[in-house]
């Protein structure tokens, strides 16, 4: 089975000194004091993390995977990545939308086709989806044929906790019923939803079930389940997959740093969730594989 991954973070030394800025490192790079701190390997330069990546989907078995910029500023690390194992990597980047001078930001990242997806997260950013800002985004993508990826529901940053940094975010803003009226109006954008929603499991549906361009990734330990009343990971992949199908399923992991890697546990877990459901082998090729190749075809 081809396993393709459309949830990893690619925390470059340029995203470490973004999120530093703030911190004291004594007069050190936070790109090397960072990653002291954290227990982390130093990402060197993109093309250095671009090959650690690249053994590490080697040994674990991984054909394809989506990087994630994950700081506003910082997709010339993902392109570099993608440039240099274009068959391997598709790029995507944080983008925010807010004003002013967003339509220029926003032009010089879409000018580079090596970076397929943009990631919008309302709640951390503070733009409500309805805004005009937004409106613009989805229209370049569809000009662009682009991936519009957008985080909804419930939204932590991991490394940022760890750091002590606040994290002021207005998870208000997150509404994947807000996410199907843009699907809506652009039919020929994928949009993908990540975490199933991440606690807007319910709304998450409705909305794939409005707009079929809009997918669920699976990605991360999905502890937004505990939200749900007795809902598990198996009841959740189930309830999609009657409402999507296996077709706008997105496998993924939320894999971000080294030593730590790639995030097999989470592979494993959702492996056997569909096994266990009873589900064929032509669905699960679809799921952990088919579906990303079929949405990202093209490389630079």
Aim: glycine letters at 8%; proline letters at 7%.
């Amino acid at each position: 089975m081809i396993v393709n991954d459309v949830h990893c973070h690619f925390f470059s030394a340029n995203f470490l000194r973004t999120i530093g800025r703030d911190l004291e490192t004594g007069g050190v790079d936070a790109a090397t004091a960072l990653p002291a701190a954290l227990g982390w390997e130093p990402p060197g330069e993109p093309e250095a993390l671009a090959d650690r990546w690249i053994a590490e989907l080697d040994r674990q078995k991984v054909s394809r995977a989506m990087l994630i910029a994950s700081v506003p500023g910082d997709e010339g690390s993902v392109s570099a990545a993608v440039r240099r194992h274009p068959s391997r990597f598709v790029g995507a980047f944080m983008f925010n939308p807010a004003p002013p001078e967003f339509e220029a930001r926003l032009e010089k990242a879409m000018a580079d086709e090596a970076l397929g997806t943009i990631c919008l997260f309302p709640a951390m950013h503070h733009v409500p989806l309805d805004s005009p800002s937004i409106a613009a985004v989805f229209a370049r993508a569809d000009r662009a044929r682009r991936a519009v990826f957008v985080h909804c529901g419930v939204l932590s940053v991991g490394v940022r906790q760890k750091l002590g940094l606040a994290s002021a975010f207005d998870l208000r803003l997150g509404d994947p019923l807000a996410v199907a009226l843009l699907a809506m109006k652009h039919p020929g954008v994928p949009v993908i939803i990540p975490h199933f929603g991440a606690g807007r499991f319910t709304e998450a549906l409705m909305a794939a079930g409005a707009a079929p361009n809009i997918l669920l990734d699976t990605s991360s330990s999905n502890a937004w389940v505990r939200l749900h009343p007795n809902l598990t990971l198996k009841e959740a992949f189930a309830r999609a997959l009657d409402v999507l199908g296996p077709n706008r399923l997105l496998f993924g992991t939320d894999s971000s740093f080294f030593p730590r890697g790639w995030q097999r546990p989470v592979y494993e877990a959702q492996l056997a969730v569909l096994e266990s459901l009873g589900v064929d082998e032509a669905a699960r090729d679809a799921v952990f594989g088919g579906n990303f190749n079929r949405i990202f075809r093209n490389t630079p």
